[in-house]
């Protein structure tokens, strides 16, 4: 049986702001994407609660940093990534406010683009 890969797309400022990242944190997460468009869940890869099931965030640690890339699965045959931050929060692993209103207004406006 072969499984079928999922193309998966960015959304310009995401994608932009992944370029950012160090190469070998952009390489892991990557690996966690290229999962997910095989139709799995990679370790690093958790629900994001509150933003509707097939809801995502890559959650990697690195060095003295921490990087996040959300993405969605359950947007018509793709995967989207969303958003692509470095976390800069100092409330633990909390997500900001301020990125968890953009990750809902960047979904809203994709669902009404694929409509």
Known sequence: MTRKTRPVSWIKAALREFETFPEAAQSVCLAALT???EGGKSDIAKPM??????V????LPF???AF?????VQLADEVWVIHAFKKKSTQGTKTAKRDIDLIKERLKRIEETLQ
């Open 63 to 65: 060095k003295s940093d």
């Open 68 to 72: 996040r890339v959300v993405y969605a």
């Open 56 to 59: 995502f965030e890559i959650v």
């Open 35 to 37: 999962i997910a468009a």
């Open 49 to 54: 609660h509150g933003l509707g099931s097939g």
